[in-house]
Structures are given as C-alpha cells and as structure tokens.
C-alpha cells in the first residue's frame, strides 16, 4: 500500500506541476470552435460540410461527408450525401457537441435543428430533428451552435415570428429545451473565454429580413445591427453592449490563455474591430483595420499561435490574411484575389490548412460558381491556394448545391 | 519519489487558502449564477470503498458535485480531484460539507480502480468521507450509470481512457443544474453555485 500511495502521489504532483506550467486550454479544442470541445490534435481524416440545393426546394439539404484524408484514395471526394428529409430549411452553421460525439446543424429559415452522430466520426448519420424550435424557445433564425458543458447555445436572430429581437435558446446535447435568454438585438455568432466567465455575442438582422432579398428590406424590421453584447456567462445576462460599425458577423477571442481581446468584423463597415477587456472588467471596442471599400467581410479565422487572422471578402472575392502579432497594429499580409464570392472557412488545429466555400445565403449569394477549396498556409501565414483541391458544386451530379459551413474531424 | 511528495505537499499547502481568498473577491466568477433545471439526474447505485451501497436517492434534499474520474489519468482529474479538496476546505467553512453539501467521485474505470485503489487516492487527496465519497461498481454496472451521464469512455493507443470530463452540480431534488467541464471547472465558482442551490426555498 506504501508503494501504491507513493506512485499516486508522485504522478498527481507531476500532473499538477504541469498543469500550472501548461495552462487547460491545451486540452481543449483547436482554432475557432468552443473552448470546451475535446480538440482534434491531429491531421483531418473527414469533413462534415452542411449544403443545400441551389435551386429553392429542389431537394432537401443534406451533410456532405468529405474524404480529406490526402493519404487515401478518394481524397477530395464526396463519401456520401446524408439527407435531412425536409427542403428549403437554408443550411446554415453547425456546431460540434462538447464531447464531440454530435454535430448541431442549424437551418435559418425552417427553424429547424438537425442533430448528427458522429461518434463514429467515418459514419455520421442523423439521429433527430427537432422541429419547430420558435414555438419551443420563443425565438426564430437559429444561427450558430456552440458547445458548453453538455449543452448547446444556438444564436437565434428574432422573435417566434421572424421579426424583432432574438437572443440565445439553450439545449442539451440531446436536444432537449433548457432556456431561452431574450436579447435587444439579433444574436449572429458565439465566443466565450472560460477563465473570465465572459461570452461575447455579435449581431446581425431578424429571420425575415436575411430571408429576404436585399432590395426588400426594410430598416423598420431591425435593431441595433451594430452591436456586440458582453455577457456574464454563469449569469445569462447582458453586462455591457459594445457599439460599432453594422453587421458585426465572425468574431474570434485569442486563444492564449488569459488573452483579454479579440477581434470581429463588420460587413457593412468593411473594416476589423478589436475587443478588450480592460483591467477594470469593461470591455473597450475600437476600430483596429480597415479592409477596403468593396471587401464585404463574410468570415474570419485565427491561427492557432494568435499571429494571423484570415478573412473572406464576399463581395470582393478576395481572401486575406492579417498579421496580428502586434495587438494594436494589426496589418494586411497577404491576399489571394479572385476566388469569386468566398464566406466560410475552417482553419486545422495546426494552423496549415484553410479550406473555405463560396455560398452565404440564398438571398445573397451574386454567383453560381459554388464550390470549395483549399488554401496551404506557410509558417509565415502565408498562403496559397491549393491546385490540387477542388469540389466543385455547380456541376454536382445531382444538382448544383450551395456549400456553407464546414467541421473536421 | 521524495520530489514527488513534496511538490504535492507544496501544491497542496497554497491552494486551499488561496481559493478561500479567491471567494472574498469574486473576480471572474459569477456572484448570481443562472442555475436553470437542465435535466433529471439518472438514479444510480454504486458502492463506496468499504463496500456500502450508495444511491443518488439517499442524497435527497442535499446538493451533490458528481465527478467522473479515474486513478491513472494523466490529464486533468487529479486536477479536479486536487479542486474538489479545495471545494470540501470551503463546504466545511460554510458549515454544508456532509450535511447539506455532498462531493462524489465515480470511477469511469473499475477495473483498475478496485476498492483499496480508490480509498488509497481518496487518501491522498484528504477526502473526508463524512461527506465525499469515491464510487464503484463492476465494469457492467458501472457502464449503464456511465451511458446515463453521457459519459463515454474509449481507449486509446497507449492505454489511456478518453471520456468528456464533465463535473455535475445536482440539486436537492435530484435535477442537474450545471455541468462543468474539468478543463475549465473553478472550485470557488462551484461553490457560489452550491451556495446559491442551498438558499432556494425548500421544496
């Protein structure tokens, strides 16, 4: 017994010692995903890809399952196509489960949530649908998924009826209803730092006006598109509202444990903004860059040593990348021009691989040439795109599709 | 082996009192926590580590931190086994520990956590079984509690068990109402929380 009190005790004092040396965030999760979800540490095998038809209710959404391993055969291929058995929900976002095991695919226009297994990450298939979620959580346009502890909070853009404010519905990883928490404007994307207990949340337009055409919406339908609300996270409640430039979509805290700031873009201001929490506790908000007239920022990513961010010009086809290693003078590093009409990206948790897609919303999207590809990022966060890697989804064999969000694993 | 012991000794020596002072200043944590009824708490009957049976029912009307861990872990449950000691220093401060306040850590791995293994970690970490016990089972009864909880376990290459590292806050009346994951999990927060269940109206 002796001995058995010594090996325990010598291997906790280890664990300790290197756990005080190397802070909690090494076990969790890689670049842009929740804090709490296990991280992949490890090469990407397959990529989970939530589409949609091109045409309106030409066919029902589905989760494109995509070969990326680059030591097999099918490499850069469709697996399989795994139909959600309903049309016209507007694939959207979709969020990994803390543990990893489910993959929340939110759909802006049906309010409907899809939950896929994949606890077999080579065989997901869909295990519910949850039906209905503005009668449920009294809000509409579920957004983005995003993992806490066992739960789900899904940014919801509206009220149940697709106009006025939204807020944060929450759920087990199950499915079931937890909470609704009302906000004063239409909740986009998700961040939290677990060690400050803070979770900030960007913002966007109501469910009937991004399912609109752009020629038809009225500014009557919104409110406070301009704003990123600071939350006391244990509490679910607002504690400051951060004012800036409109339609602040991505949004991404530095990865660094302990790291105060972050940064989110604005599509209507084309420019970065940059968010501190000041030693008070406040949170300070100032433009940190602009990113040119005409950019129309979609999506940004970070990479995993806080140096670089990336962004994708929807309106400019450009992709760009920024050198963030001085905080407060962020600056343009590298662009690749030409890549019509790119949004969403997904960095690898090593930081050398960013695979991107070019559809935002069926009410936005200006070209058809839908597909996605690779860009290889060099150690100096430089980037090129990749010839060798193209699904091409305007001349899908069973109908041109529009590729939006996108989970490794 | 000498080392060993005596960096724990020093760990051990700074953290409790420090946590105590974290609580006067509450700094990243939240002072009103919203502890919403997430889901019923799955029944269970496990055995402690003499052997007595126990049962998420006997705790009714007691607030329980239910842990998942494993002896050999080498990654974050010591740590929060390390937590929960600090936890049981500040329960028992606030006069809780044992009668109103119950810390229980289940092994997700009985095959190498036998009896004596468990008592002998619990040992390690002063647990005070007045009010913090260390739960087993057989490897088959313990599978069904662990499916209940979502608590997978998977086994990798080199022998280490993978599992979700999720810490359970249950109320008085048997509804979980925060989840915690261990790489985050902060014993001075997790004490406010049990705090805060304690001052809701009796049922």
């Known amino acids: 017994m002796k001995s058995a009190h010594g090996k325990i005790g010598l291997q906790i004092a280890l664990v300790l010692a290197l756990t005080a040396a190397f802070p909690a965030v090494q076990l969790t999760a890689e670049t842009c995903l929740s804090p709490y979800i296990k991280g992949l540490k490890a090469p990407e095998k397959i990529m989970y890809l939530w589409t949609l038809p091109a045409a309106a209710n030409s066919g029902p959404d589905y989760l494109a399952v995509i070969d990326v391993n680059l030591a097999s055969a099918s490499y850069g291929k469709i697996l399989k196509k795994i139909h959600v058995g309903s049309s016209g929900n507007e694939a959207h976002h979709m969020g990994f489960s803390d543990d990893r095991t489910k993959i929340w695919a939110a759909s802006l226009n049906s309010n409907r949530l899809f939950i896929f297994d994949v606890s077999d990450p080579m065989q997901p298939k869909l295990m519910k649908t949850i039906d209905n979620v503005a009668k449920t959580t009294g809000l509409s346009g579920p957004h983005t998924p995003y993992a806490i502890p066992g739960r789900i909070l899904v940014s919801m853009a509206s009220g149940p009826d697709g106009t006025g404010p939204g807020g944060i519905a929450e759920f087990t990883n199950d499915g079931e209803f937890v909470a609704s928490h009302k906000t004063a404007n239409h909740p986009y994307e998700t961040v939290i730092k677990p060690e400050f207990n803070r979770m900030i949340t960007s913002s966007w337009f109501p469910q009937k006006t991004f399912m609109s055409a752009p020629d038809k919406w009225d500014p009557k339908e919104w409110s406070n598109p301009n704003t990123m609300l600071v939350w006391d996270l244990k509490a679910r409640t607002v504690i400051q509202t951060l004012s800036g430039d409109p339609i602040n979509l991505a949004a991404r805290w530095m990865l660094k444990p302990g790291a105060k700031y972050g940064y989110n873009i604005s599509t209507a201001g084309n420019s970065i903004w940059m968010f501190r929490m000041e030693d008070d506790g406040k949170f300070s908000y100032r433009k940190a860059a602009d990113t040119g007239a005409g950019c129309g920022p979609a999506d940004l990513r970070q990479s995993p040593d806080d140096k670089y961010l990336y962004l994708t010009c929807f309106q400019g086809s450009e992709v760009q990348a920024w050198d963030i290693s001085d905080p407060d003078n962020i600056k343009l590093h590298d662009t690749i021009q030409g890549v019509v009409q790119p949004n969403m990206m997904h960095v690898t948790f090593d930081g050398h691989r960013l695979y991107f897609t070019n559809s935002a919303i069926s009410t936005i999207d200006y070209s058809p040439r839908y597909s996605m590809q690779l860009i290889q990022i060099g150690p100096d966060g430089r980037m090129k795109l990749d010839p060798n890697f193209k699904i091409d989804f305007a001349k899908a064999p069973d109908g041109p599709a529009r590729p939006h969000d996108m989970l490794l694993n | ?203």
């Open chain 2, 1 to 203: 082996m000498k080392y060993g012991l005596a960096l724990l000794a020093l760990v051990w020596s700074i953290a409790p009192d420090s946590a105590l002072r974290a609580a006067e200043v509450p700094g990243p944590v939240s002072v009103n926590p919203n502890l919403s009824v997430i889901a019923r708490a799955p029944a269970f009957t496990l055995h402690d580590t003499l052997g007595n049976a126990v049962q998420l029912s006997d705790y009714q009307g007691r607030v329980v931190l239910l842990a998942f861990i494993f002896t050999t872990c080498p990654g974050v449950c010591p740590l929060i086994s390390q937590q929960m000691s600090v936890l049981q220093t500040g329960l028992k401060q606030e006069g809780f520990f044992g009668s109103k306040a119950n810390l229980l850590s289940v092994t997700v791995d009985p095959k190498t956590d036998t009896a004596a293994v468990l008592a002998e970690y619990a040992r390690t970490y002063g647990a005070d079984a007045a009010g913090w016990r260390f739960l087993r089972e057989s490897p088959e009864k313990t599978k069904p509690v662990l499916k209940a909880y979502d608590e997978w376990t998977k086994l990798l290459p080199k022998g280490e068990i993978d599992h979700p590292a999720r810490v359970y806050l249950i109320d008085q009346k048997g509804n979980i109402r925060e989840i915690y994951s261990l790489a985050f999990f902060n014993e001075t927060q997790a004490l406010i929380d049990m705090r805060k269940l304690l001052g809701e109206a009796a049922p």
